[in-house]
């Protein structure tokens, strides 16, 4: 029941989006353009992308991208769906429910037009419902535009009567905090410690989690300071207690965030807000609200320490 009323919510809100925002213009200078279809009906006229349209059949989605408003959808080529099926273990469409591909195929969709000129590399929050916001995507923009780390635009600017298109070659999946970790590369360190002090199952849960994601360069600050060359030198045993220094119960965004005493999964940390957020008075909040499925990142320019007990 609560993952429905979720997505109720953001077709609600898509459909608010809607009705506030302005038309296309229909003079549109793109060679691909075909503004006279909605981004659904461009899809059902071409047959790499017959799987998706079954897919927003399935998900009671049509309607939605038939509507007004200007869109940004990401679209799976059947190759795509074929190994994303591979990797499920399923045949096809029918095998899924349309309660597991409605978050999936919001994933895909930006409630405002960005054309690949408008993209840069940062979070974009998506329609996809998660937990009580809206899923973020990262995209990067560097040799091209990739997704999630390894999804490729492969065709970028479908300019069509709602929106815009960009053809990818894979499915992608709303993200939890270990993936949008792993999706990152500016996390790799952050992962390479999470994976050996055994937390990636723990925090792949359902959670929720707020992460406190310390960069690379943070980790390398920490590793000059205890003069070690990197975490093939630590321990799981010592940075198993760092490590959930950073987490903390719950999905805190940073609207929920106020200055104080914050209790963590090993121990408070103090958070001040003013003149700019940081922790413990010499950590700062360099980026926040990057929404998973099971929690929220935000992320630091340091790595953060317990009090030694």
């Known amino acids: 029941m609560k993952t429905k009323n979720l997505i109720l919510m953001s077709i609600a809100l898509t459909g608010m989006f809607f009705m506030a925002s302005c038309s296309k213009d229909d003079n549109a200078a793109d060679p691909m353009a075909t503004t006279d279809q909605t981004i659904a009906e461009y899809a059902s006229g071409d ?121 990818i070659d894979k499915v992608l999946l709303p993200p939890s905090v270990v993936d949008i970790a792993l999706d990152n590369s500016n996390f790799s360190i952050l992962v390479q410690a999470v994976v050996k002090a055994n937390l990636v199952e723990t925090l792949s849960t359902a959670g929720p989690f707020t992460i406190f994601a310390p960069t690379n360069a943070a980790f390398e600050a920490l590793f000059a300071d205890l003069g070690v060359a990197g975490v093939a030198d630590l321990t799981a045993e010592q940075l198993t207690p760092i490590l959930l220094y950073h987490v903390v119960s719950g999905n805190v965004r940073s609207s929920d965030l106020s200055d104080g005493s914050v209790e963590t999964l090993n121990g408070p940390i103090e958070i001040s807000l003013m003149p700019s957020p940081s922790i413990n008075g010499t950590t700062m909040i360099v980026a926040t609200d990057v929404q998973a499925t099971n929690g929220v990142v935000h992320v630091i320019d340091k790595v953060l320490l317990p009090a030694a007990r």
Do not use: R
């Open 47 to 167: 047959l790499n992308f017959s799987i998706l349209v079954q897919a927003l059949a399935k998900a009671d989605l049509v309607d939605v991208l038939n509507g007004s408003g200007n869109f940004t959808v990401f679209a799976p080529t059947n190759s795509a769906f074929n190994a994303l099926f591979s990797t499920l273990g399923v045949t096809g469409i029918a095998d899924l429910s349309a309660e597991t591909l409605t978050p999936i195929l919001l994933y895909h969709v930006l409630g405002t037009e960005k054309k690949a000129s408008m993209i840069t590399s940062g979070y974009y929050a998506t329609l996809s419902p998660a937990e009580g916001n809206f899923a973020s995507m990262n995209i990067s923009v560097s040799g091209g535009v990739y997704i999630d780390k390894d999804t490729k635009v492969t065709i970028a600017d479908v300019d069509v009567k709602n929106g815009v298109i960009h053809v």
